[in-house]
């Protein structure tokens, strides 16, 4: 499909290559949000993702020991390997390839995400996305909440040309309606193209819409590149997008209405004021968040 003169689809405004850093005792991670060209893409406030990395046999689980969180929740997509989380609210639980795990950390708790015992006698290849989404200030001090999304529970779509899978997440595309259930109106998709497939994806104009690419190479529009560990930054302009893949390709669609309220952000904490940050400090000092009964 040659697009390159279509002005019907949104507008690209950055490619932008993600930022490697350390997370934990045991993740690498590559992060192209927040960084210096984009704080946020409302309701999107992060994306981490991580690996692929190859984990070596142990006996000791690594990850991200206990942290807190208020005012968000986190969606972690799984594609390869297993993780156990679980939170001083009395939620546990393992994650392996295909599911997603959608916390609302919401009025706060602490939160462990380490690699699962059997996985980590095993060793193999880890590769996770982690995203956190905001909370309209009304929700931030929601009870905290899991939801366990089994890849099972996760509706998948045909692309129109037979190329390629759409799993619906979130929201409602093409009249499925994805397993999670959010605070504010989004889209969440994992679309899977394999070489040579297209798709034109179809959001609401005023939704922020961004494409991460996690794996593969593909041309956006017919002449604009993207390629792995890349998020595409799109306008307002039209409801449509199209995606050309150059090689097999996955690309998560992160498509949601933008929160337009203050946002007062420090470490694991967002909030809408910093009143309200230095509360949610003072409250996981005085150990208001919760304690796991093995910490020392």
């Known amino acids: 499909m040659d697009t390159t003169t279509d002005t019907t689809f949104r507008r690209i405004f950055q490619v932008i290559d993600g930022n490697k850093k350390a997370v934990g005792d045991g993740f690498q991670v590559t992060s192209p949000m927040p960084g210096p060209r984009i704080r946020q893409l409302s309701p999107f ?45 009395g939620h546990a639980g393992n994650i392996g390839p295909g599911d997603v795990q959608w916390m609302t950390a919401g009025a ?83 679309v899977h193209l394999t070489k040579g497939a297209e798709l034109t994806l179809n959001l609401p104009a005023d939704y922020n ?26 306008g307002w302009d039209s409801q449509e997008a199209h995606i050309t893949a150059t090689e097999d390709s996955i690309v998560l669609v992160l498509a949601g209405e933008p929160i337009e309220e203050p946002l007062a952000t420090y470490g694991p904490f967002v909030m809408n004021t910093n009143k309200e940050l230095m509360q949610a400090i003072a409250d996981f000092e005085s150990g208001a968040m919760g304690k796991f009964e093995d910490d020392e």
Do not use: C
């Open 45 to 89: 406030l992060l994306i981490d993702h991580i690996g692929p990395m190859t984990v070596a046999p142990s006996d000791k689980p690594l990850g991200s020991p206990p942290h807190p969180h208020r005012g968000f929740e986190t969606v972690t997509i799984m594609y390869q390997g297993v993780l156990a989380h679980r939170d001083t609210a």
């Open 108 to 190: 706060g708790l602490m939160h462990e995400e380490l690699y699962e015992k059997e996985f980590t006698r095993q060793g193999g290849t880890l590769e996770v996305v982690q995203l956190w989404v905001n909370m309209p200030q009304k929700d931030k001090m929601a009870p905290p909440n899991y939801q366990d999304i089994p890849a099972a529970a996760i509706k998948t779509l045909p692309t129109p040309d037979g190329k390629g899978t759409i799993r619906v997440i979130a929201g409602t595309y093409e009249g499925v309606s994805g397993p999670a259930t959010t605070f504010s109106p989004m889209t969440m998709l994992d």
């Open 209 to 234: 819409v961004g494409l991460y690419v996690v794996k593969g190479d593909v041309q956006l529009h017919g002449n604009r590149p993207a390629a792995t560990k890349q998020l595409v930054v799109l």
